[in-house]
C-alpha cells in the first residue's frame, strides 16, 4: 500500500450492492475511486464534522482507493527498517480515535498479511464501551464532540471566543433543521386543508430560500452542492429529494435522448430488484423479536 496524497471531503456517489463501509465512488481529477469509511468497517462513530475530514488517496495493487478519516494534515515517509517483521503476529489491538490511525494499520497489515485480525478497542470508561458492555454487543450512543473538544482546549474554563465558536457551530445547525423544514412545509400540496393552506402561504424559507430559487431556474443541478456549506446535516442529495418529490417545477425541463432513457430505466429496474429483496417495517420487528436473533 501507498499512501498517495490528502484531500478535502468531496462529493461521493453511492453505488448500489456494495457494502455499508463503501461510502461510494468520487471524481479526482477524471478519475473514478472508491471511497471507504473505516469508521463503519470498525462500527465506530464518526467524532468530526464533513468540514474536519479528510479523505486519504492510497495505491493498492495498482489501484486508488479513498479512505475517509476524521482528520489528516500532511503525508510524511517511513523507511523500511522503521517497520518492525513480526512472523507470529496473529492480532493488531489498535485504539480508535479519529479513525486515521485505525484505517491506516489495518490497510497496511492487510496488506503484508491477510489473516491478521485488526481490532478497535475503546476506553472501558467511554460511554459507548460501557453501553456495548451493559447491553453485551456493540452499541453506537450519541456524542456532542464539539463541547468535548471546547472544555478539553480550554482546560475546563471556556474562554469567550470558545463559547462563542461552540454557539455558533450549534446555531448553524438548528438553522439547518428550520431552514430544510421550511422546503418541507413550503411547497407540500398533498392536503389542502386550512393548516397546509397557511403553510405554503405564511412559510419564510429563510437560509433555504437561495437553494429553492436556484433549483426553479436551473432544475435538480448537481452544482446547488456550492450553496450548502460542507457540514450541512441534509446536503444537496436531501434537499434534491425533497425539491423533486414535492414536485416543484423549475425552469430548465431536462428532455433526455433515447439511450439516456433507456440506461436511467436500467438503473430504476436495478433498485427495484433491490427493493424487492428488503424486508418492511412489520418482517423487520418479527424478525429482530425472535429468540434466535443476533446482532452483528
Not at 7 to 16: A, H, K, W, Y
Not at 56 to 64: A, F, P, Q, T, Y
Not at 119 to 146: D, F, K, N, T, Y
Amino acid at each position: 500500500m501507498l499512501t498517495k496524497e490528502v484531500v478535502l471531503m468531496r462529493e461521493i456517489t453511492p453505488v448500489p450492492g456494495t457494502e455499508t463501509y463503501v461510502e461510494g465512488i468520487m471524481n479526482l481529477r477524471g478519475s473514478l475511486v472508491p471511497v471507504i469509511d473505516f469508521r463503519k468497517r470498525l462500527r465506530a462513530r464518526s467524532m468530526a464534522t464533513p468540514v474536519d475530514q479528510r479523505i486519504i488517496i492510497v495505491l493498492l495493487e495498482g489501484r486508488s482507493a479513498g479512505l475517509i478519516v476524521d482528520g489528516a494534515s500532511e503525508v510524511i515517509r517511513v523507511s523500511d527498517d522503521l517497520i518492525e517483521d513480526v512472523p507470529d503476529l496473529e492480532a493488531a489491538v489498535v485504539p480508535l480515535s479519529g479513525g486515521g490511525l485505525a484505517g491506516g494499520i489495518a490497510l497496511a497489515v492487510k496488506a503484508i498479511k491477510p489473516a491478521v485480525r485488526v481490532i478497535g478497542v475503546s476506553i472501558e470508561r467511554g460511554a459507548a464501551m460501557q453501553a456495548s458492555l451493559a447491553a453485551g454487543h456493540p452499541v453506537e450512543v450519541e456524542e456532542v464532540a464539539s463541547l468535548a473538544d471546547s472544555l478539553g482546549d480550554s482546560l475546563r474554563a471556556p474562554t469567550p471566543t470558545l463559547i462563542e465558536i461552540y454557539n455558533r457551530f450549534n446555531a448553524r445547525v438548528w438553522d439547518d433543521i428550520r431552514d430544510f423544514l421550511a422546503v418541507h412545509y413550503k411547497f407540500n400540496t398533498r392536503l389542502d386543508t386550512p393548516f397546509w393552506r397557511a403553510c405554503r402561504a405564511d412559510t419564510q424559507l429563510h437560509g433555504a430560500e437561495p437553494m429553492v430559487k436556484f433549483y426553479q431556474e436551473n432544475g435538480p443541478s448537481l452544482l446547488s452542492s456550492q450553496l450548502l456549506h460542507p457540514s450541512n446535516s441534509f446536503g444537496m442529495h436531501g434537499y434534491l429529494s425533497l425539491l423533486v418529490g414535492q414536485g416543484l417545477a423549475h425552469e430548465k425541463v431536462h428532455t433526455p435522448a433515447p439511450r439516456e432513457l433507456e440506461t436511467w430505466r436500467g438503473r430504476c429496474r436495478i433498485w427495484e430488484l433491490e427493493a424487492e429483496r428488503a424486508l418492511d417495517v412489520r418482517e423487520c420487528l418479527q424478525a429482530i423479536r425472535q429468540p434466535g436473533w443476533k446482532w452483528e
